[in-house]
């Protein structure tokens, strides 16, 4: 069955909701003898589209881990003041053009602190990114662990399992997820808001599982670790876990994008990171304001926004083609 | 087929009990306390003591839940003594802010919701569908990637961005419309398309994207079957047998995720009515968490839990129309 299963009502973002595919081995129509790496080279190979987002991932994750230096490079902290940036008659306006990029501020300057856009945007990919990860990482974990129980070992684990998800699938998550956000206060935000993101998308992941494993359980190969003696623990993660794992990683490149999105609408909507912190959403909702006055401020958390999640869109469809070949290649 | 909707619409009102639980033990119990948002900031603590009783919140959570669940059902009387109200059915208690019940609240703004949603959904469907099904047909043309180059790139902008940019070229420099103000469909409805026509937009460009992609692969299988090689060996005409074949298989996919997108807009458009001034469901709950109206937001929840499972149930049953195979 298919869903739209990201961690958040769609108006948060696009979907995440890769095709569940519950038959078949990964990669079982290619010809023999090519392993998963082989694929992936030769999708490389294949579509210029998946190379550059492949590198605009690799970029914006490296931006990410290297944020402290690189805004040392850049010469500024993303908290620092810069009164000499704007101009205070115009109402804090950044002086020069185009929002007051110079070589001194390279993506130009916040209106009214003249804090430096680089150094926010990069600190911005860092906090994104990383709760972004985080989430998926949850998401993926509880997914892949209800979803192999539910579907290893059937009957009534599987019914309470099934019904959690259900139920789960049918919370108003992004209400639900500001709702949350909003009543619990003075804790650390990332954290927050990592597990509250993450509470709602599990069942998605759950499923495709709980398909992939209902396929595998009674293959000839795990019969025989059955009959061999082998315990319940080592099957699953010897015998099935391998055999689910294709799915996942490509569902979990699709999550991502989604997970970026969620961060993004809840810090728009101002019960994400709070200030000074900086993440993408929230950049932007501070900047709304000043679209007309200095459309740049506007213009560059949503470029680095929308390039993150059209990257990671583009690099989780092909990873689909490649692992998943009922869910794609049509 | 009476049996199966028996049996899904006890689970739908287990499902909607759970949902309230959960919501009201986040909201009642944890960290704000409702008498002192009630009360206002200069209350003095007799008058916050009496505030808890009148609210009922100095009783035990599960009789409070109880006592609002009971609510729901049959009306119940808030408070005591001659400060006594009565609230009808469906009693989804008082909003502490403005004192008034939450369900006429709800119910004042459930027209701009499911004029959004609605309208917005019309139009997603069309773009959607009219992208993913011609994608499918010119499969690996340059119109094909085209289309779907196009789709990845509005799915990937946030709907802020997308909003924000409609109400600067449509309205702030060309000028074509009026900056949105919500009128009733009833009184004019030219108005009220015309003030719709941008957030309608904005919400189906992101949803269209979504759908254009998932119409154009399930299109694709579909048209793979061997009753569409059937249907054309019959000599039924092309459009024939994409429209009554192909589509209509290909076409259960994309009814449940538009069930749970339509279910879920129509209470959760929060960022689209912010930004676009609507006064509908989304920005009553946005302003409720702000206050922190608790009666508001828990109505909120609830009402766009149902609309979700209801939406599902709807679809499950639609699912016999559209796919022939389904039988209950």
Redesign the interface.
Known sequence: ????ASGA???????A?P?AAPAGTPAKDVAPGSSPWQLARRELRRRP?VRVSLGVVLLFVLMALAAPWLSALGGWSPDEFDKAAIDPYLGGQPLGSLGGISPEHWLGVEPVTGRDLFARVVQGAQVSLLIAFAATAIVVLAGTAAGIAAGYFGGRTDAVLSRLM??TM???S???M???L????DVNRIVLMTSVIGLFGWPGVARVVRGQTLSLKHREYVDAARVGGASSWRILTRDILPGVSGPVIAYTTLLI?GMI?TE??LS??G?GVRPPTPSW?QM??ES?SF??TDPMY?VIP?VF??LA??AF??LG?ALRDILDPRG?R? | MILYLVRRLLALAG?LL??AAV?FL??YV???DPAAAACGKTCSAERLADVRQYLGLDKPVWEQFADFLTGIFTGRTLGTGQFAVHCDFPCLGYSYENSLPVWNLLMDRLPVSASLAVGAAVLWLLLGLGAGVTAALR?DTATDKALM?GA??A???????TS?MLI?GVI?VAGLLPYPSYQALTDDPLAWASNLLLPWTA?AL??A??YA??S??SM??AMAEPYIRTARAKGMPERTVVVKHGLRSGMT?IL??FG??LG??L??????E?IFGLPGIGRL??GA?VSSDQPV?LG??LL??F???VA?LVVDLLYAVVDPRVRY
């Open positions: 069955m298919t869903t739209t009502a769609p108006e948060a973002g696009p979907e909701a095709e589209a259900d139920l049918s919370f108003p992004l209400i639900f500001i709702a949350m909003s009543v619990a206060k994008p999105s993004a609408a728009y909507l019960v959403g932007i909702a709304v679209y007309e506007f949503s926004l929308f999640v059209l869109t583009l469809d794609g049509t | 499902v759970a949902i919501t986040i909201f944890l960290p704000t499969k180059v990845v790139a799915a990937s902008l946030p709907v802020y961005f924000v600067y702030r919400l992101l949803y994207a979504m992609r998932q154009r692969g694709i299988e996919p449940t995720i749970i997108d879920g807009l209470a959760g458009a929060v960022i689209t912010s709950f946005y968490l937001v909120v929840t766009a839990a609309f979700i499972v599902n």
